[in-house]
C-alpha cells in the first residue's frame, strides 16, 4: 500500500498532523535500510561528480573571477546533491527496464559528465534567484552586479565545457540544445512568477483565460495533463472558484517551467543518448516532470522553516528563510493559507500587506511560521506527497527513482514542522 493509499485509508480530509505525521514516520522506519544503501551509493555518486568537476572547473578566467564564479558550486559539491544522483538514477533505471546494466561501467564517464552539467545548471538559476529574491547577501548595487557576471561566466563556462566534454561524443550538439531550451524555460518562468505569481495579482484577481496564450507555448513544450492531475490533486478538497482554478493552473505552469525545466532535459539527453525505447522514454519522461513539480513544491513548504532554527544550505543563509512571504512570491502554501483559513486579521496577512519589510526579525518569522504550519502539515505537505506517488508510478518502484521522492515525506525541514528528531 502506498503512503497516499494509508493516508486515504488511516485520515478522513482534511489531514490531521497526528496521522500524517505517523504514516510518514512509520514508511520511514520500514524503508531504513533501503534508504541507506542508497545514500552511501549518492554519497560516492557525488564524490565521483566532484572529482570531474576539479579537473574542469578552472578555464583561463583570472584567479579572481574563478574564485567568484565557483564558489557556489564548490560548496554545492561538497553536499549531498540530489540533481547530480538524479541524473545517475535516470541512466541506471533505463539500462536496468532494457537489460542493459553490463553497459554502466563504459557509460558512467559520461554520465558523470551530464551530472556535472545539471549541478552548472541549477548553479545558474542559484545565482539569478539570489539576484531576484535578495538572497545570500545580494542586497546591494555591487553584490547585485557581481552575482549577474557570475552567472554570466558560468553559463558561458557551462557551454564551453558541453562543447569539450561531449563533441567526441557527438552529443555536444543535442546536449547544448536541450541545456539552451532549459535556461529559456526557466527565464519564462521566472517572467511568470514576477509578474502573476504574486500578492498583489492574487488581490486583484483579474486573470483570465487568455494570459497564458500570450506565450505562446508549442504543443510539445508543456505537458497539460501533468498540470490538470496537479490542479486536481488540490482541489479535489474543496470547492475553488474560477479566479482561484486560473491562479493555480498559472502557478504550475510556473512550476514545470522552473523546475521541471531540469530534470526534464537530463531525462531528454539520456533517453537519446540511451536509445530508450518508447515506453521507457515515456515513462522517464513522465516521472521528470511530475519530480520537477515536486520537488519546487516541498522547496515552497521548507521555506516557511524559521531561519533562525539554522537549518542554513549550501545555498542560502538562514535569513533568507521566509523569502516568498519577504517577497510577496504566492507559492502553494500561502494559496491554501488564504483558500483555508481566510485573511481577516492574521499576521501573515497584515505582513503580506505591509509596504516595508524590516530586516530580519525572530519574533517575525515565528509568528508567520505557527499560522502557516497547520495549513502546511494538513493540505501543503500532503500535495506533494500526493505528486510524489505519481511520479513514483511511472518508475516501477525502481528503489533509485523512488527513494528520491521520498524527500516529499521526510526531510529535515519537515522534521522541525512535525517537531520530530533528526535521526529516527
Not at 504543443?219 to 490538470?228: F, K, L, R, S, Y
Not at 544550505?313 to 502554501?333: C, E, G, H, V
Request: with cysteine; charged share 25%; hydrophobic share 35%.
Amino acid at each position: 500500500m502506498s503512503i497516499r493509499d494509508e493516508i486515504t485509508a488511516e485520515v478522513a480530509a482534511p489531514l490531521t498532523q497526528v496521522g500524517y505525521e505517523d504514516i510518514i514516520y512509520r514508511n520511514k522506519q520500514k524503508n531504513k535500510s533501503d534508504k541507506d544503501k542508497v545514500c552511501k551509493d549518492k554519497d560516492d555518486w557525488v564524490k565521483k561528480v566532484k572529482a570531474e568537476y576539479q579537473k574542469q572547473a578552472y578555464d583561463k578566467l583570472p584567479r579572481e573571477l574563478e574564485k567568484l564564479m565557483f564558489d557556489l558550486p564548490s560548496s554545492r559539491l561538497n553536499s549531498h546533491s540530489n540533481r547530480s544522483y538524479f541524473v545517475k538514477s535516470i541512466a541506471y533505471s533505463i539500462l536496468i527496464e532494457q537489460n542493459r546494466i553490463e553497459e554502466w561501467a563504459e557509460l558512467e564517464p559520461l554520465v558523470i559528465q551530464l551530472a556535472l552539467c545539471s549541478e552548472m545548471m541549477i548553479t545558474v538559476q542559484y545565482y539569478h534567484n539570489f539576484i531576484f529574491d535578495g538572497k545570500n547577501g545580494v542586497n546591494t548595487p555591487l553584490l547585485v552586479r557581481e552575482t549577474l557576471i557570475k552567472s554570466n561566466l558560468l553559463k558561458s563556462w557551462l557551454f564551453r565545457y558541453i562543447d569539450r566534454a561531449f563533441s567526441s561524443f557527438g552529443y555536444s550538439t543535442l546536449i547544448g540544445r536541450e541545456v539552451d531550451a532549459a535556461f529559456n524555460n526557466t527565464d519564462i518562468g521566472q517572467f511568470i512568477e514576477g509578474r502573476y505569481n504574486s500578492f498583489e495579482y492574487f488581490t486583484k484577481k483579474e486573470l483570465d483565460n487568455d494570459i497564458l496564450n500570450h506565450f505562446l507555448f508549442e504543443d510539445n513544450e508543456i505537458d497539460w495533463n501533468v498540470i490538470d492531475d496537479c490542479i486536481s490533486i488540490v482541489v479535489k478538497k474543496s470547492t475553488f472558484s474560477n479566479f482561484e482554478y486560473l491562479f493555480l493552473k498559472l502557478y504550475f505552469v510556473r512550476l514545470y517551467l522552473i523546475s521541471t525545466a531540469l530534470y526534464q532535459t537530463n531525462a531528454n539527453v539520456l533517453i537519446s543518448i540511451l536509445k530508450a525505447n518508447e515506453i521507457d522514454a515515456e515513462k522517464t519522461i513522465k516521472f521528470s516532470r511530475y519530480y520537477g513539480i515536486m520537488m519546487q513544491i516541498v522547496n515552497d513548504n521548507n521555506d516557511f522553516v524559521p531561519g533562525y532554527m539554522d537549518h542554513d544550505t549550501k545555498a542560502k543563509y538562514p535569513q533568507d528563510q521566509q523569502s516568498d512571504i519577504r517577497n510577496k512570491n504566492f507559492t502553494l502554501p500561502l494559496f491554501l493559507f488564504f483558500h483555508y483559513k481566510g485573511k481577516g486579521g492574521s499576521y501573515i496577512q497584515s505582513t503580506l500587506e505591509s509596504q516595508r519589510y524590516k530586516g530580519y526579525s525572530e519574533r517575525r518569522e515565528k509568528l508567520i511560521f505557527e499560522e502557516i504550519k497547520p495549513v502546511l502539515v494538513q493540505y501543503s505537505i500532503p500535495i506533494g506527497v500526493a505528486i510524489a506517488e505519481k511520479a513514483a508510478f511511472y518508475v516501477n518502484n525502481n528503489s533509485h527513482l523512488t527513494f528520491l521522492t521520498k524527500i516529499a515525506n521526510d526531510n529535515r525541514f519537515y522534521r522541525i514542522i512535525f517537531n520530530k528528531p533528526n535521526e529516527l
